[in-house]
Structures are given as structure tokens and as C-alpha cells.
């Protein structure tokens, strides 16, 4: 069955660290997005990439970097530079970039030793 | 203000009973999502609307354009339909999400 693969599903960082959350999808994909969910907080968009090997920032792309070298990985890392980073953190994909349906991972939960 | 606006933000209901859900939307958009997220964190797509009305099983979505204002009704509630339902709508390049309404649903 196609879809997409989060891991892990719970992570914690140790002050100065950085982890790297991993977004894996088998839907043949264009667009993949990287969204940080927070208590009574809507969605907020971390990095996204239309095509291998482009990505763009966000709304909150400070402290986070991606990498997208294949059309099916997008894996987000939470560096030293993002000071409060326990959340709840969500990559989903969708076939284009014009508003279509969004498919979800399961999530990550990342907290702070 | 924020650009997508759900009410209510809290809703109980008893089995049984009709359930709206309001969203309301401030900017230009190209179509209008209904999510469904289940306390185990994963969220699933219910509709996309970009007129009209569409309808699944027991879920009904509705969405005024001129207005800028959909519903997602659930008909015959359930328990199991115990989950936070998030608007979310598509602009260019960019989906902006509503922070949800957290539903439950007592047998």
C-alpha cells in the first residue's frame, strides 16, 4: 500500500544536538511539506520542495534544515539553532502543488531531555 | 486575526445527534480541505472542496465561496468519530490550517 513513512515516532534531543526526523513516501509524489504542530496552534509550515533537489523555507524555517536528493525522501533535521523545539512534527506529500489533497505521515513527537 | 477561524473549538455531543462544524476564511483560496486527526497524531484527509457540497458516508461538507465559509456536518454521531477536525485552505503554494475542533462524541 502507498504512503508515507515517518520515524522515529518519538525523539529526544539533548541540548546542543542535532536529530533528524525521517519522511519516506511511495505515491510518486511531486510536493512534500514539513509542518511543526503545537498545542491550540494550527499547522505551521517548516520547509517545502516541489521537485528533487529544491526546497524553500517556510513560516518557520529558522533552527530546521532538509535535504531532498530523492523524489521519495525528505528527511527534516531539528538543529543546536532551534531553541524550542519539543512539538509535534508532521511531513505530508501531495501529487502537485496547486491546492491538491494532502496525504500525512503518522508524526514524530520530539522533546527535550 | 487569524486567517482561518474553526468554530466551536471544543464540542461534545451525544451518539446519535447532527454535528456542524464551521470554518471561516479570509483569503484567496483554490480549494478547502476537511482533516481528521486521531489522538494518536495522524491526520487523514476527509474532503476537498472548491464548490458546492460533497458528501461521504455520514460527513456532508458544504462551502459558500462568495461567502468564504464551509461546514463539515457528521450525521448520526458516533464514538468512534471522536477526533479533532482541522479546515485547512489552499492559497498559492501554501496551505494555511486552522487549530482544529476537538470533538467528542459519549455513548
Known amino acids: 500500500d502507498g504512503g508515507i513513512t515517518q520515524s522515529p515516532k518519538y525523539l529526544f534531543r539533548k541540548e546542543g544536538q542535532n536529530v533528524t526526523l525521517s519522511c519516506e513516501q511511495n505515491?510518486?509524489?511531486?510536493?512534500m511539506y514539513w509542518y511543526r504542530q503545537d498545542p491550540g496552534q494550527g499547522l505551521r509550515l517548516i520547509y517545502y520542495s516541489q521537485i528533487v533537489n529544491d526546497f524553500q523555507k517556510g513560516d518557520i524555517a529558522e533552527g530546521y534544515s532538509v535535504s531532498r536528493e530523492k523524489k521519495e525522501s525528505f528527511p527534516l533535521t531539528v538543529t543546536s539553532a532551534q531553541k524550542n523545539p519539543t512539538a509535534f512534527y508532521l511531513c505530508?506529500?501531495?501529487?502537485?502543488?496547486?491546492?491538491?489533497?494532502?496525504?500525512f505521515g503518522s508524526g514524530t513527537q520530539l522533546s527535550v531531555l | 486575526k487569524n486567517e482561518v477561524e474553526q468554530s466551536p473549538q471544543n464540542l461534545t455531543a451525544q451518539e446519535g445527534e447532527f454535528i456542524t462544524i464551521n470554518c471561516s476564511y479570509s483569503v484567496g483560496i483554490s480549494a478547502l480541505h476537511w482533516l481528521q486527526q486521531h489522538p494518536g497524531g495522524g491526520i487523514v484527509s476527509l474532503f476537498m472542496?472548491?464548490?458546492g457540497k460533497k458528501k461521504h458516508g455520514r460527513l456532508i461538507a458544504t462551502i459558500n465561496i462568495q461567502e468564504k465559509h464551509s461546514s463539515l456536518h457528521i450525521t448520526a454521531s458516533h464514538p468512534r468519530d471522536s477526533a479533532v477536525y482541522i479546515c485547512?485552505?489552499?492559497?498559492?503554494?501554501?496551505?494555511?490550517f486552522g487549530t482544529g475542533t476537538r470533538l467528542k462524541v459519549l455513548a
Open positions: 472542496l472548491s464548490s
Open positions: 505515491l510518486n509524489h511531486d510536493a
Open positions: 485547512a485552505v489552499a492559497g498559492t503554494y501554501k496551505y494555511i
Open positions: 505530508a506529500s501531495s501529487p502537485g502543488f496547486r491546492g491538491e489533497k494532502l496525504f
